[in-house]
């Protein structure tokens, strides 16, 4: 590199000034410029690191013309408002571990990085180390045999301090916060290697812990992590007993033991791995001249050189899986901090206003009995557990233009209405987002069980009206006119301003239309079903009903009838999670497989190709693009999955185009 990375550290904490110090003895890196709360702390930072200048404010920092890449060092619980922030000044970001409060926060924070295209890192140090290197070697080569059982614990004795950061519930404190994410990555890693990849996600997570009454964070704890490649991990971790903070690998020929895995010794220290196989143990040593931090900080700038907006060491898909093994891990063991409770979940991530985006919104469009336009992409709220992970992507689909929001009764036992009402409620954006509720679904498919379902929905979800409720399933037994009359009692006392059927063939709406008319009342007026380029060839759940035939196709432009069209994308059918050859998952072979889908989804292909855009693009555009009023309901379970959604919204597709890709003409 022709000049030395610039960089700026934000805040000046303990760590700050390890990694200043780190910096000064890299290769390639030079400290700019330091900011903190105060210019009294800066000022003193900067005397004593050596830093040229000194920010009174992290805002300052950031608007530092000569700093390209900004560490972070405040307390986990500030990392996503200031990694966000920097994203948007467009400052390179290395971030110290763990990289947020939890996995939500750290999808808010990868997805900024990615959206303003600077480089994120989370700061695991010891990644970057030649000998965190030599023991992947080791393990790759097969030196220990066939690797089955990894333990590793790093833990400390710190006298308990209810104010302090290790204590407090408040700055997310505890060992699995603090030095459990350690064990964890490294667990990860291993895994990653036996599979020859860069990590591995376990797909069992138990685990306990020892939670101190005074403040409810954890003391010690421990876990065991089981991976698809049949490791099993056992980690530890503790902020209130000494342990030997080490670890160790067995393989069928023997194991591995690295005394020191975690603070690396660097600057010439010896950093040892015991290798024992038949009963013999060689010592081999890693030790390097460099700087510890110094090599992480050259790990960004050599990544930055090469073009590159993530490091081999720490790609931000592991960062993701870390947190999301910390967060299973955490629910394990009872502990929740009190900022994450859904009552107490009044701010956004970034910590300010939600601000709508001024370009690339998601379009609207309006339904005959809806004061507001409805956005064309409507949030599925079926996935988000917790009110954290449902913020995050909520917030972001308010902020891209989204307004519309499809829930349902049955959803984890309420769970999600609960929380959903809970984001609205603290947002304060009620009346302007339109809610879709739903209820009635079988066995409960009768309109006093409607009733009952109904007003317990409204209480979850903290409104007095839907903007849109729709019948989960149909009930063939009851009259479509007992379905209208109970569902007009509601629109009469304001509770519901229109209504449809989810799951309802077309025949019953019509049915239930023509009593309406009757009656002079009002009908069906939206239609929930499965409507995708890819046929369901089997139902998905029993009771599903499709609307995507050439049948319904007509009777819908006929009718002009708005289609809310669920498992518009066909549940992952035009990724390459599907193929001819790959039936791993048994729920996409068995609803979508099929000689004719796959006919589809290779000119879905080649159409995506044509025009520069994924398949699953075509796909969603394939939806929007029919003679009717459509609106696609989506069901992202990362902010990743949302983003992925949108090219959609730019494509154009023309009626040749269309039928052409439901095999309805040779030649598009």
Known sequence: MNQRLGWGILSTGRIAGIFATGVARSQLGRLVAVGSRTQASA???????????????????????????????????????????????????????????????????????????????????????????????????????????????????????????????????????????????????????????????????SGSANLRPETGVDEAAAATLKFANGLVAQVACSVGVSQDSSARIFGTKGMIHVPSP??????????????????????????????????????????????????????????????????????????????????????THVRRSLRRRTTNLIPQASIAGLDLPVSRLVMGCDNQTTLPHGAAMWDDFVERGGNTFDTAYIYFGGVQEKLLGWWLRHRGIRREVAVIAKGAHTPFCNPDDMLDQFHQSLERLQTDYADIYMLHRDNLEVPVGEFVDALNAEVQAGRIKIFGGSNWSLARVAAANRYAKRKGLQGFIVVSNNFSLARMVDPVWAGCISCSDVESRRW????????????????????????????????????????????????????????????????????????????????????????????CLGVTLTPREISWLNLERAKP
């Open 262 to 347: 975690w603070i690396v010794p660097s600057e010439g220290a010896d950093a040892l791995i015991h290798v024992t196989v038949d009963g013999r143990t060689e010592t081999l040593n890693a030790k390097t001249s460099e700087n510890l931090y110094g090599i992480e900080a050259d790990v960004v700038a050599r990544a930055l050189a090469d073009g590159k907006r993530q490091t081999a060491a720490m790609p931000t898909a592991d960062t993701l899986g870390n947190m999301a093994t910390l967060d299973r891990w955490r629910a394990a063991a009872g502990l929740i901090f009190e900022q994450e409770k859904p009552e107490n979940f009044t701010h």
């Open 43 to 205: 000022d003193r930072f900067a005397q004593e690191f050596g830093v040229p200048r000194a920010h009174g404010s992290y805002e300052a920092l950031l608007a530092d013309p000569e700093v390209q890449a900004v560490y972070i060092a405040t307390p986990h619980p500030q990392h996503v408002e200031w990694a966000v922030k920097a994203a948007e000044a467009g400052k390179h970001i290395l971030c110290e571990k763990p990289i947020g409060l939890n996995h939500a926060e750290a999808m808010v924070i990868t997805t900024a990085a990615q959206e303003h295209g600077v480089l994120l890192m989370e700061a695991f140090m010891y990644r970057s180390h030649p000998q965190t290197q030599k023991v992947l070697e080791l393990v790759r080569s097969g030196a220990i045999g066939d690797v089955k059982l990894v333990q590793a614990t790093l833990g400390f004795f710190a006298p308990f301090n209810p104010e302090g950061r290790l204590w407090s519930n408040a700055l997310g404190g505890g060992g699995i916060m603090d030095v459990g994410c350690y064990p964890v990555s490294f667990s990860r890693l291993i895994a990653g290697a036996m599979a020859g990849k860069p990590f591995l996600d376990p797909i069992e997570v």
């Open 556 to 647: 819908l432009k006929r009718h002009q009838l708005p289609v809310l069209a669920w498992s518009s994308q066909a549940r992952g059918f035009f990724t390459d999670r599907a193929g001819r050859d790959k039936r791993e998952d048994a729920e996409l072979v068995r609803c979508w497989y099929s000689d004719d889908n796959f006919e589809r989804r290779e000119r879905a292909y080649a159409l995506a190709k044509k025009k520069g855009v994924t398949p699953i693009a075509i796909a969603a555009a394939y939806v929007l693009a029919q003679p009717f009023p459509t609106f696609a309901l989506i069901g992202p379970r990362q902010l990743s999955e949302t983003v992925s959604s949108l090219p």
